[in-house]
Nanobody
Framework: QLQLVESGGGLVQPGGSLRLSCAAS????????IGWFRQAPGKEREGVSC????????NYAGFVKGRFTISRDNAKNMVYLQMNSLKPEDTAVYYC?????????????????????WGQGTQVTVSS
């Protein structure tokens, strides 16, 4: 069964950091572009960051640029999202997704239906 599983979410104070992980089972991540998305209550799912299959190309939504870093370790079949300087408005359920096309030019408006595989999400709450 093809599956993505996110982990690493939790409660953190403003200004703090978290590292999210996205693990694949049932398939090899090497061939896939991976995106991170988030969805806050009452809002639409929005793209946060994207990394190409080789890891050589990344892009970020403007609202996280300079604070978040996406990376991947294909040998471990893992993708990560390092989140620093977290703000209350970063509170959301974070999802990783995979597709066999390149990263979209503007990740924050990428259509969720353009991604083939999704994880179940991990909650990130930024609050004092």
């Amino acid at each position: 069964q093809l599956q993505l599983v996110e982990s690493g979410g939790g409660l953190v104070q403003p200004g703090g950091s978290l590292r999210l992980s996205c693990a694949a089972s049932g398939f090899t991540l090497d061939y896939y572009t991976i995106g991170w998305f988030r969805q806050a209550p009452g809002k639409e799912r929005e793209g946060v960051s994207c990394i190409s299959s080789s890891g050589g190309s990344t892009n970020y939504a403007g609202f996280v640029k300079g604070r978040f870093t996406i990376s991947r370790d294909n040998a471990k079949n893992m993708v990560y999202l390092q989140m620093n300087s977290l703000k209350p408005e970063d509170t959301a359920v974070y999802y990783c997704a995979a597709r066999d096309q390149p990263c979209p030019a503007i990740i924050e408006i990428s259509t969720p239906t353009a991604w083939g595989f999704w994880g179940q999400g991990t909650q990130v709450t930024v609050s004092s």
